[in-house]
């Protein structure tokens, strides 16, 4: 899934945005631009960097 689309990322936030818990956030994608961000704490991480990682 890539989210260079301001209207996919919107659709992909939303829902991780409705959670109110303590829990970190990750949001994980196929994006090679951009592949780390912030979101009011949700992580935009590139899935494979994070798999390489685990």
Do not use: C, H
Not at 14 to 24: A, F, H, R
Not at 43 to 53: D, Y
């Amino acid at each position: 899934m890539s989210t260079l689309s301001e209207d996919v990322l919107e659709r992909e936030l939303k829902p991780l945005q409705m959670l109110n818990d303590n829990y970190p956030k990750y949001l994980l994608t196929m994006d090679e631009y951009d592949m780390e961000a912030d979101f009011a704490g949700i992580k935009k991480l590139n899935v494979l960097k994070w798999l390489l990682k685990a």
